[in-house]
């Protein structure tokens, strides 16, 4: 008999939520307790103890995530950065090295190059497509951690997860992708070879501007790299994360956890839409003459078209970035639209729009990686696309 392997939104409606026993909920309780009784000293009832250390729902929603990227342990923050933080202190020690890519999210950039040396912990900026300069820079640093963003923030590079895990492994480092762009839905980078992922589960895993999250999903038995020193005896990336998490305390509130487990049930119809509106509206701005440039993978011509189609077969995400050959231009269109709301962030309902060089990659400033002056981010959301296309067109207009 075959065995037969569930998909990914039947794992994302029914992992990690089993009814309640005593009730037969259908959606398990929010379990808001700070502290549980111990049948006995040191003897705890089903292995809660202190809100910091363990919380049902809080673990209910790791499982859930766990087993749409394929890992073997999920862990939630209480932000996106505090994910990448935690993540990069059990990676690393004082001396080590982190290679990343150029294009990555202003505040993802802000940590490696500003917060990071003061522990004593040095960061290079690459361009991921060049593959050669990668096992350069990996080989003369003697990094620990590569650290992709595919799609990227705000250009949309897309980057190619198996190459970069064979470039990483050879050099010992280890793998970790950004998949909050592509969601587990569209992107599995585990099954590509990558170690660990992170996410901002504010964006499309909550998916409703109404939350704020963060998330770490480990490879099951990966350990640390080599003579890292760790806090567990095994060594395993997964322990280290737990211990880190449980000392600093940065877990993510029960309630939070809630909402983003619920978001996760809806994440493969949103995904599906947000793709097919994103496509749309990016075919506009191709054909349209006061744009100069669209960054997209999800169009034919666009660089990393045939990639994504390999990795992201499922679609290529919400967010469109173009360009219309001046700041002046660009700044005016984020300000003269009606229906996208001029907010950072992205991935949920409502369509945002930003102008990244100074609401969201501002840490970039002065910097090589600094981005054109020209461009604008779109999330595209769940609206009807036409009137998306409808107030671009008259917001482009309006800037000229």
């Not at 009784?37 to 859930?64: I, S």
């Not at 992922?197 to 038995?221: E, N, P, Q, R």
């Amino acid at each position: 008999m075959t065995v037969h392997t569930f998909g990914q939104q039947t794992l994302a409606i029914h992992v990690g939520s089993t009814s309640d026993e005593r009730t037969g909920d259908v959606v398990p309780p929010l379990h808001i307790a700070s502290t549980h009784v111990q049948d006995a000293v040191d003897k705890l009832r089903g292995g809660y103890e202190y809100g910091r250390a363990a919380n049902p729902t809080r673990d209910a929603f790791t499982q859930a995530l766990a087993a749409l990227e394929g890992g073997g342990q999920g862990f939630a923050f209480p932000s996106g950065l505090s994910a990448e933080d935690t993540l990069i202190r059990a990676l690393t020690r004082p001396g080590d090295h982190v290679s990343f890519g150029r294009d990555v999210y202003g505040g993802t950039f802000r940590l490696f190059t500003r917060v990071l040396p003061q522990a004593g912990i040095t960061a290079s900026a690459l361009d991921l497509k060049d593959h050669d300069a990668v096992a350069y820079d990996l080989a003369e640093q003697g990094s620990v951690v590569l650290w992709v963003e595919t799609p990227s923030n705000p250009m949309m590079e897309v980057f190619d997860i198996q190459a970069l895990a064979d470039i990483a492994h050879e050099a010992g480092a280890v793998l970790v992708v950004d998949n909050t762009f592509a969601s587990p839905y569209l992107q599995q980078p585990l099954a590509l070879g990558a170690d660990v992922v992170v996410h901002s589960t504010t964006k499309y895993v909550g998916g409703h501007s109404d939350l704020i999250g963060g998330a770490v999903v480990v490879h099951d038995g990966l350990k640390l790299p080599a003579a890292r020193g760790g806090w567990s005896e095994t060594g395993l990336v997964a322990e280290e994360i737990a211990f880190l998490q449980m000392t600093v305390g940065a877990v993510q509130s029960p309630r939070d956890a809630h909402v983003a487990h619920r978001g996760l049930k809806t994440l493969a119809v949103r995904m599906d839409r947000h793709c097919t509106s994103a496509l749309e509206v990016a075919r506009f701005l191709a054909d349209h003459p006061r744009v100069t440039a669209v960054h997209y993978p999800g169009l034919e011509d666009d660089p990393g078209f045939e990639l994504t189609r390999k990795q992201m077969p499922r679609g290529a995400g919400g967010v469109v970035s173009f360009q219309v050959g001046s700041a002046g231009a660009a700044r005016a269109i984020c300000e003269s639209t009606k229906v996208f709301a001029l907010a950072v962030s992205l991935g949920s309902v409502e369509s945002l729009i930003e102008y990244p060089p100074i609401m969201t990659h501002g840490s970039k400033e002065g910097f090589d990686e600094e981005l054109p002056d020209d461009v604008v981010r779109l999330a595209v959301g769940l609206e009807d696309v036409e009137d998306l296309i409808a107030d671009l067109d008259q917001a482009i207009a309006a800037a000229f």
